[in-house]
């Protein structure tokens, strides 16, 4: 690493699986890529020169995505990163291209590295990018059991470089971007590759390494999510509302807001803010002036663009046909009220539940990782008509749960549905609730960084 000082070399080489990141001594700081920071490729002939290059190049490619979350209309890619040996890293700016199908062309048959790959794939699926292969760094390091699987802190602890992360939420959109945006952004893909090969030793050493393969192919082979059924129902304080006149409200206002914003390429939050929405929703003003008196209706549209959200509100008073207050679902009522409502559902989860995270837990893995919790709430308050490992695992599958982790719980679950504990007295249930929330509000913590992480061979 020509850029990097002889002591971080040094460093990553003399690393084994995992770095002894004592939080009292600074580790060096990753600050420049190999080579310095590219030029952005914004041409035709540049684009034709990154895929010549990255098809030239050996072995996997690490891939990156820049979006303006917060500030542009949807999630589309403002800046993609890709790095591949023999290559070098190029950062492309899909903005004056249709799309980036020339790149993905280019890594044909190539293994893609990325970090938390579900939240950069669907922007890149809009470039016609989509990967043959793929390893997900951020997927690998939960599996493997780290602590903590922010891509900064994974390098910092199997590479031992620390790397800054100042410009994670900046306007992407901007232009020209500047100088030190691109150097994160190029940064962000600088050692995925090294990064690869440390997970996969640990993986490895664990026997997770064919877990984590089909684990990574199934987010792969995962078609992008179907439209939401009413999205404006997912305007944040919707459950304040107890009217349906006041909810045709929010989805009139939210609807249009939608509309605007996508016109004027903008986040819709930064037009008004759903508290906006739901404060007029409650107060069901008659006048531009009420409107704008109205506590809590705020934002940089709020007073300009009145008249648009006061009509979206006069619109809603004269519907006849208003949205339900609740839509229909398949999906299990909470848990919480399972002992009323359905006992011998409540005794499944609770006998089930306990049981599998301890296999998570022997497994050094996060329980949500071994089994989505959504999966176990569902077959223990619908479980199959008879109960066996084969109905069992076929109803996991059917859920969505991939072989390998019905291979570790159907049992576990079969034997906990056909002999399930009994359930506590009613105020032991509370007391167990209590609990529960404190162990849930104790795992939410941030692990403190004084505790270390090594592994012997």
Same mark, same amino acid.
């Given at each position: 690493m020509s850029s990097h000082t002889s002591e971080q070399t040094d460093s990553a080489e003399a690393s084994d699986q995992t770095v002894d990141t004592d939080a009292s001594i600074p580790l060096p700081l990753l600050t420049e890529p190999r080579g310095g920071v590219p030029l952005v490729i914004d041409t035709q002939a540049g684009l034709e020169r990154a895929a010549a290059a990255l098809a030239a190049g050996t072995g996997p490619a690490g891939v990156d995505a820049e979006r303006a979350s917060?500030?542009?209309?949807?999630?589309?890619?403002?800046? @993609?990163?890709?790095? +591949?040996?023999?290559? !070098?890293?190029?950062?492309?700016?899909?903005?004056?291209?249709?799309?980036?199908?020339?790149?993905?062309?280019?890594?044909?048959?190539?293994?893609?590295?990325?970090?938390?790959?579900?939240q950069d794939l669907p922007c890149l699926s809009e470039l016609a990018m989509w990967p043959d292969r793929l390893f997900d760094t951020e997927l690998a390091a939960r599996l493997a059991g780290l602590p903590r699987v922010g891509l900064a802190a994974v390098i910092e602890s199997q590479l031992g470089f620390s790397l800054a992360k100042e410009h994670s939420a900046a306007d992407w959109s901007k232009r020209p971007l500047p100088e030190p945006w691109l150097r994160y952004a190029a940064l962000d893909v600088e050692v995925l590759s090294e990064l690869r090969a440390k997970l996969v030793d640990l993986l490895e050493r664990d026997g997770k390494l064919a877990i984590a393969e089909e684990e990574f192919e199934h987010i792969r082979q995962t078609p992008p999510a179907e439209p939401? @059924?009413?999205?404006? +129902?997912?305007?944040? !304080?919707?459950?304040?509302?107890?009217?349906?006149?006041?909810?045709?409200?929010?989805?009139q206002m939210w609807l249009e807001r939608e509309d605007l914003a996508q016109r004027r390429d903008v986040a819709p939050g930064r037009l008004?803010?759903?508290?906006?929405?739901?404060?007029?929703?409650?107060a069901m003003p008659a006048t531009v002036p009420q409107l704008l008196g109205t506590k809590g209706f705020h934002g940089r549209a709020a007073q300009k663009e009145a008249p648009r959200?006061?009509?979206?509100?006069?619109?809603?008073?004269?519907?006849?046909?208003?949205p339900p207050l609740h839509i229909s679902t398949n999906a299990p009522p909470p848990p919480r009220i399972w002992p009323e409502k359905d006992p011998e559902a409540a005794a499944r989860l609770q006998t089930a539940?306990?049981?599998?995270?301890?296999?998570?837990?022997?497994?050094?893995?996060?329980?949500?990782?071994?089994?989505?919790?959504?999966y176990l709430r569902r077959i223990a308050w619908r479980p199959p008509a008879v109960l066996s490992l084969e109905s069992v695992s076929a109803a996991l599958i059917e859920l969505g749960a991939r072989p390998w982790q019905v291979e570790q719980v159907a049992a576990i679950i079969t034997v906990a549905f056909l002999d399930p504990d009994p359930l506590p007295a009613r105020g032991q249930q509370a007391d167990?609730?209590?609990?529960?929330?404190?162990?849930?509000?104790?795992?939410?913590?941030?692990?403190?960084?004084s505790i270390r992480v090594t592994t012997t061979d």
């Open positions: 917060g500030f542009r209309y949807g999630q589309r890619a403002f800046l @993609v990163q890709i790095r +591949r040996e023999g290559a !070098g890293t190029w950062l492309i700016d899909p903005e004056p291209f249709d799309d980036l199908r020339i790149i993905d062309d280019a890594l044909d048959g190539v293994e893609w590295i990325l970090h938390a790959a579900s939401r @059924v009413d999205p404006w +129902r997912r305007t944040s !304080g919707l459950h304040q509302l107890r009217d349906r006149r006041q909810l045709a409200a929010v989805r008004i803010p759903d508290s906006a929405i739901i404060a007029a929703a409650k959200w006061l009509k979206c509100i006069s619109d809603a008073r004269k519907l006849t046909d208003l539940r306990p049981r599998v995270a301890a296999r998570a837990d022997a497994l050094g893995m996060p329980l949500e990782n071994l089994l989505t919790p959504d167990r609730q209590t609990e529960a929330q404190a162990d849930q509000h104790a795992a939410a913590q941030p692990v403190p960084p």
